[in-house]
């Protein structure tokens, strides 16, 4: 049995231009638009990083990150109020 995967995605809010080659999808629990790496696994759920708060304090979670991006997910959760 595999766990469901989550994949970190910056805001298009947060991040007006992608550093990897990208496409727009939409948060799949707030719905904003996001950008998701073409090289991104494609059976992960998409989620955007402010809505990854209390996904990432869950240990339980299996998270399709890398240490960047969840440096700065952490960063724009601090940015911004909740
Ligand atoms: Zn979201």
């Known amino acids: 049995?595999?766990?469901p995967r989550i994949l970190l995605c910056?805001?298009?809010?947060d991040m007006p231009v992608p550093s990897a080659r990208s496409f727009t999808?939409?948060?799949s629990k707030c719905g904003a638009a996001i950008w998701v790496a073409y090289s991104s696994p494609s059976d992960a759920k998409r989620i955007c990083l402010?809505?990854?708060?209390?996904?990432l304090k869950d240990p339980?979670?299996?998270l399709e990150v890398t240490e960047s991006?969840?440096?700065d997910?952490?960063?724009i959760m601090k940015r911004k109020p909740q």
């Open 1 to 3: 049995m595999s766990e």
């Open 10 to 13: 910056y805001r298009k809010d």
């Open 25 to 27: 999808d939409a948060c």
């Open 50 to 55: 402010l809505c990854a708060g209390p996904i």
């Open 60 to 62: 339980n979670t299996k």
């Open 69 to 71: 991006i969840a440096a």
């Open 73 to 75: 997910a952490v960063a």
